[in-house]
């Protein structure tokens, strides 16, 4: 025993002895691998100008990746929205252009007060929101979206927002409309505007300037075909002022050929345009017309008022929208025996007794058909197997070189009327041959001869 205990003693001994040996080897290792990676260090120091490319491209990485998040942030919302409110737009990467600055970074939520809530993580307190989805077989499609002001590029003028706000909540609906408030709204945009050192107003205007008020408004709602032709219009006019115009000068010569436009292209159109249909209502016919428009008012009251005809009118209602009821009430105070209906139930035998079909499009499309409300190409069809004339009103603004032949090329979704079991469509496309006569300030044609009227707008420009 005595012996296994003295046997062991020198072997327990001698470990600890050991033991400093084997710490002092990482401290030597350490010493020579800083000493190695300071040696490394020394020629891999970077100049100034290296260091700023550097800083220069971390940047742009910076940025890419906080675009990439946007646009896939982005999307998402494009096919989801609450069915109550005006949700975002399902074709907005190819409809609307806005900035990233507009879509903000941080996820937001419509909160009790109508003010954006920023949700900083997956755990949110805050009720999840009724959504549906849009088939991707319509994810082409756009819808309006009420867009929160604090998302606005800072370019934007403020009647600009307040326009697009009017845009999105349907408040102003009409093309004509719409197009025209447009304009004077970049009226407002041109007088405020102050060309900065170094810049011409013909080069820096339109990027600078115009493309965020139209990102803007095409955020809120798709831009309409008169929308569309005036802006390219418009900005034609800007790349003409010649560098050497001076900019009080510019400005009045853009401010004045805006008030040309609207006072030729709309409402001079207009008028001729009421005068000419008002002549094809003869004594003792019996109008149908769809929903309300402006247009369509103006002529039945010049027919009736300016020229003295008698006849009735039957007013077929959107059932969804009820526009039809000012047009029935402002007909009636004048004197007009007015019919309303409320729906398309019975629609052939609303028909029953009618000689005329009176309708406004909201656009032209260059193969003869018609862009109108949603409904309009159902009156159209029963019209024409019962041989009524189908005439339609449109200004040469509102007439585009695009083709279509169906409904779901070119359309929005209706954001207030839509949910997870089904969606609606705010416009229809009537194909030529079911249309008799298109009578705009040009003259009255037959549907296919609609690019001769392109034709003749492009002559006296």
């Known amino acids: 025993m005595s012996t296994t205990q003295n046997g062991s003693a020198p072997e327990a001994a001698s470990q600890p002895a050991s033991k400093p040996e084997k710490a002092q080897a990482p401290v030597n290792n350490d010493k020579t691998t800083k000493s190695e990676a300071g040696e490394t260090s020394k020629p891999a120091k970077l100049s100034g100008a290296e260091l700023k490319a550097k800083a220069k491209a971390e940047k742009a990485a910076r940025r890419a990746q906080a675009k990439a998040s946007k646009e896939v942030a982005k999307g998402e919302a494009a096919v989801s929205s609450a069915p109550g409110q005006l949700g975002p737009s399902a074709g907005e990467v190819k409809g609307n252009k806005t900035k990233g600055k507009q879509d903000g970074g941080a996820t937001t939520a419509q909160g009790a007060a ?17 959504r549906f989805t849009i088939p991707e077989c319509f994810s082409h499609l756009s819808m309006a979206r009420r867009l929160p002001i604090t998302q606005a590029d800072k370019d934007v003028h403020p009647t600009v927002l307040a326009l697009g706000q009017q845009m999105a909540t349907f408040t102003i609906d009409e093309s004509i409309v719409r197009l025209k408030a447009t304009l004077l709204a970049f009226k407002k945009v041109i007088d405020s505007y102050t060309t900065p050192p170094g810049n011409t107003l013909a080069r820096h ?18 831009m309409c075909f008169s929308m569309g032709n005036a802006i390219r219009w418009l900005k034609l006019q800007v790349s003409k002022i010649d560098p050497d115009v001076p900019e009080l000068e ?36 019996v ?7 402006t247009i369509i008012e103006r002529t039945l009251l010049q027919a009736y008022l300016i020229t ?19 047009l029935a009430k402002d007909l009636t105070a004048q004197g007009i025996r ?30 003869g058909s018609m862009y109108a409300r949603s409904g309009t190409c159902d009156i159209a069809i029963a019209a024409k197997q019962l041989d009524i004339p189908v005439l339609v009103l449109c200004e040469t603004v509102n007439i585009t070189e695009r083709v279509s032949t169906d409904s779901l090329t070119y359309n929005e979704i209706d954001p207030e009327r839509s949910s997870g079991a089904a969606f609606r469509l705010l416009y229809d496309t009537t194909p030529d041959k079911y249309l008799s006569l298109v009578i705009s300030e040009l003259g009255t044609v037959q549907p296919t001869s609609v690019p001769d009227l392109l034709r003749k707008l492009e002559e006296s420009n």
């Open 205 to 222: 205007l339109t990027p600078h300037v115009l493309n965020p008020q139209i990102d803007y408004l095409t955020a809120c709602r798709p």
């Open 114 to 130: 109508g003010r954006p809530v920023v949700s900083k993580g997956p755990a949110s307190s805050a009720p999840a929101e009724p």
């Open 287 to 293: 109008i149908l017309t769809f929903g309300w428009s």
């Open 338 to 367: 007015v019919s309303y209906y409320g729906d398309f139930g019975g629609l052939r035998w609303h028909l029953q007794g009618v000689t005329k079909v009176l309708v406004s499009a909201e656009s032209m499309f260059n193969n």
């Open 250 to 285: 510019a400005k009045k010569q853009l401010c004045s050929s805006i008030d040309t436009f609207i006072q030729e292209r709309i409402s001079m159109a207009d008028l001729v345009i009421t005068e000419k249909a008002a002549e094809k209502i003869q004594d003792g016919d």
């Open 308 to 326: 003295e005809r008698k006849f009735s009118v039957v007013v077929v209602d959107d059932p969804y929208e009820k526009k039809g009821q000012t």
